[in-house]
């Protein structure tokens, strides 16, 4: 008899129904792996310059889902091969400027008159080359820059486009970059130089500064002087790794680096030139002949036909120190292979010349170097699909010159977006991984996953409040179920009888996964019958439940966050029913277990309004309350056992006021406040919840995001409730004064100085001017003298009745 489905990842590796979504064919078609059993893969790793943001996440951590299902859901065998890109026009600029502006630095340590010069004229020179609307530098300074911003721009930064009728986009965004930049540094240098250290100034006109310099002296660096590239590509290369294990992305199997494999790429590239399908220019470079390869036969830009003529794309894929003498090309859109090194550039030895590599080059060499002339998958971010991938596909079938397809099947991930443009480091309009995840700390590796395995794989999402209360509220979901299952699976009597509607709904659950997985990895969908899973399991009666049912559910849905990689490293066949994070820390549970203890029995004799002083001084001295941490010196740290301790101190305590021995409500309320103070302040306080349940002891669980957000709800209604007190506490007021009015004198001087003439219930009928009011005028202020009225008498009710002359002496009552 096969497993149930509940029971498993499959452990398969046939399966003939899995369809993925292939951007060679724009469609979901179904997935055939060369090797049974076996996947190949190559995945387009990063460009090591600058920390990874939130964009690279979703490309990895996305990646590493569909990865994780295809090996413990599927079953596969898989080959990951993953480049890092540490030689490329943007290393070289980045690493460049950095040597040259450390270089300056170390030259001039404090701030003189001569640095806030350079400064200056490199603010100017920045000014001139990236905001073409501003006329000359003439007509700016760093004290009327804002101004004349908001003449030449405020179009852009109040949400316009640069051209009319065209909608912002990337071009928009890189200007506000620009302005940015710029205004940074207008404030460097308008700040008293007394008031900013060297460090502060230098890190704010760093941008202006590093792009003058590299421009006057970037070719002055040796070709052969690697050090210079390499000290900037090895620290981020190994800053991009940690932040792949903060987010709980696997390592790749082979991680290959272009400046380790120059000599396999100039012979990739020599056998692409002798294959007729690429030619050397005048300068050294080598390009792809793209109406040679197509006149062989081979189709050129299938992923993205449409933007094979787009130059803007192809000019982004060349980089930008490329050659820019568009004559030394037999055509416009042909690309390098190898690139002839100018003057402060790195460079290899190759039959044309110093050179290095073209970009698209570097992973068809590696790539083919690892897995050879065909491989199952290549995947990357969908903005590699041109001209980067589309490059690498047609340089590669052109060297393996067999008419063969390179790649079977390309797997586009969508890229996460901020206000309508695509995260990027050459717009800085980015939040880096570190600094979601541990400064800002607006997400976790779990929460972020979530999110993507939220929407689908390829497309784009959009970062909203809404998408960031949904994935929470699947989280608080997904803690709340795994507590209460496992809360339930200590204390129900285990049993062999198993309901079948529980185990059906399963069943059910198991199909639909399966169902979502085999179409093109449908996470949503899946994660969606987790969500109904739980809804059904929160809704049967747990008393016709047993502890197998719970451990059933309570494996399926484990199983199913461990293969999604929700829950760190655990195997995806795990025994071990819930995800990390829900138990409190170890070095607290010798202290909050007997807390919550204590005060369970206390809470609930209070409730029953039974508590005695007597009673108190019972529960509390058969506590262990006498742990204390050592004392230490300075500002007390708040502690485990500290909050134990106060609580029992505050309870006994509460006996001894006169109130409680007095009287016995009291001391109920006493307690009960204290209850909920340990529950919302002092526990709290220390990432602790005590969740109160009916007819159950609390649930001592962490504080999770969920539960600070409902918190955060719960004050903020709290709070507009009282806010919406205060404001109909003030509107009573005025229409108290205004009620005090007698309205005879509502329409008369100081009140009102409209009018000159009164009737005798004083309505006005004539203006100042002489002038006699209307009819209709006249009636309308009746009106409103009419509302006065009922109001004013209304006021007049309320107050005390006047008392009758000679009654209020003492000798009158007699």
Excluded at 302 to 323: F, I, T, V, Y
Excluded at 326 to 346: C, H, I, M, N, V
Excluded at 499 to 507: F, K, Y
Excluded at 655 to 672: G, V, W, Y
Aim: with cysteine; aromatic share 8%; glycine share 6%.
């Amino acid at each position: 008899m096969s497993q149930p489905l509940w029971t498993m990842p499959t452990g398969a590796t046939h399966q003939p129904q899995l369809k993925v979504y292939n951007s060679l064919t724009r469609s979901k078609v179904p997935f055939v792996p060369i090797q049974p059993g076996h996947i190949s893969w190559y995945a387009c790793g990063p460009t090591v310059y600058d920390d990874s943001h939130l964009g690279h996440a979703r490309n990895y951590v996305t990646t590493d889902i569909i990865r994780r299902i295809l090996r413990d859901y599927f079953g596969f065998k898989i080959r990951f091969v993953m480049n890092t890109t540490d030689i490329d026009d943007k290393i070289i600029l980045r690493a460049r400027q950095r040597h040259l502006y450390d270089e300056y630095k170390k030259n001039h340590r404090y701030i003189d008159d001569q640095v806030r010069q350079d400064a200056q004229q490199a603010w100017h020179y920045y000014i001139q080359k990236n905001l073409k609307r501003i006329a000359s530098k003439d007509l700016i300074t760093p004290e009327t820059f804002d101004g004349v911003i908001e003449h030449t721009y405020g179009d852009v930064l109040a949400g316009g486009s640069l051209e009319p009728g065209t909608k912002p986009g990337d071009k928009e965004a890189k200007i506000k970059m620009h302005i940015n930049t710029a205004r940074n540094a207008a404030k460097a240098l308008m700040q008293d130089p007394k008031l900013l250290t060297p460090h502060e100034f230098y890190n704010r006109v760093n941008d202006i500064m590093c792009l003058v310099l590299d421009e006057q002296f970037g070719s002055t660096i040796r070709g052969d002087d690697y050090a210079v590239f390499t000290k900037l590509t090895k620290e981020y290369e190994a800053r991009f790794f940690q932040d792949m294990h903060d987010l709980n992305v696997i390592d790749p199997d082979d991680l290959v680096r272009v400046t380790e494999h120059g000599k396999e790429i100039a012979e990739f590239v020599k056998k692409i030139v002798d294959n007729k399908m690429g030619y050397r220019t005048s300068d050294g470079s080598v390009y792809f002949d793209i109406k040679a390869f197509e006149a062989a036969g081979y189709p050129y830009a299938r992923l993205e036909p449409w933007n094979r003529n787009d130059k803007e794309l192809q000019a982004d894929g060349e980089g930008a120190l490329s050659q820019k003498d568009a004559t030394a090309k037999r055509s416009d859109a042909d690309f390098a292979l190898w690139k002839a090194s100018k003057p402060g550039e790195p460079s290899w030895d190759s039959e044309w010349g110093p050179g290095r590599p073209g970009w698209h080059i570097e992973c068809s060499a590696m790539a083919s170097g690892k897995l050879g002339q065909q491989m199952d998958i290549h995947s990357g971010g969908i903005d590699l699909a041109f001209p980067h991938h589309d490059n690498e596909l047609a340089q590669s079938e052109a060297f393996w010159a067999n008419h063969g397809q390179w790649v079977n099947y390309f797997l586009h991930m969508g890229h996460l977006s901020i206000q309508g443009s695509k995260m990027s480091k050459s717009l800085k309009n980015f939040t880096t991984i570190r600094e979601a995840l541990h400064v800002r700390k607006d997400w976790t590796a779990r929460s972020l996953r979530i999110v993507f395995l939220l929407g689908n794989w390829k497309d784009g999402i959009e970062i909203t409040d809404d998408m960031v209360t949904e994935g929470r509220n699947w989280e608080d979901r997904v803690d709340n179920f795994f507590l209460n299952a496992i809360e339930a699976i200590k204390n129900t009597k285990s049993s062999d009888e198993r309901p079948a509607g529980l185990e059906d709904a399963v069943q059910e659950a198991a199909e639909k996964v399966r169902t979502a997985l085999l179409d093109s990895f449908n996470t949503p969908i899946a994660m969606n019958t987790i969500s109904q899973l739980i809804n059904t399991y929160n809704s049967a009666k747990k008393s016709e439940l047993t502890a197998a049912d719970h451990r059933r559910v309570g494996l399926f849905v484990t199983r199913l966050v461990n293969i999604f990689g929700l829950n760190g490293s655990e195997p995806a066949d795990t025994e071990q029913v819930g995800w990390k994070g829900i138990e409190i820390p170890d070095a607290a549970k010798e202290f909050v277990y007997p807390l919550a203890k204590m005060r369970d029995e206390l809470r609930q004799a209070a409730i029953a309004k039974s508590i005695t002083a007597e009673k108190v001084q019972e529960i509390v001295t058969t506590s262990p309350t006498s742990l204390e941490e050592p004392a230490s010196s300075g500002r007390p740290r708040p502690s485990y056992a500290r909050a134990l301790s106060e609580f029992s101190r505050a309870a006994l305590q509460a006996t001894s006021s006169p109130a409680a021995m007095e009287s016995s409500p009291d001391l109920n309320k006493q307690i009960l406040a204290l209850c909920d103070r340990v529950r919302d302040i002092d526990l709290w306080q220390l990432d602790i919840y005590l969740e109160d349940r009916e007819n159950a002891p609390a649930l001592v669980r962490p504080v999770t995001e969920g539960l600070k957000a409902a918190r955060r709800e719960k004050e903020d209604k709290a709070r507009q409730k009282e806010e919406a007190r205060k404001q109909r506490e003030r509107e009573a007021q005025e229409k108290l004064q205004k009620a005090k009015l007698d309205p005879r004198e509502m329409f008369k001087p100081p009140h009102q100085t409209e009018y000159s003439a009164w009737d005798d219930d004083g309505v006005p009928t004539t203006a100042r001017n002489g002038t006699p009011l209307t009819a209709s005028r006249v009636k309308k202020l009746r009106k409103e003298w009419e509302a006065q009225r009922k109001a004013h008498e209304k006021y007049l009710a309320t107050l005390p009745t006047p008392v009758p002359n000679g009654l209020d002496s003492p000798s009158a009552t007699r």
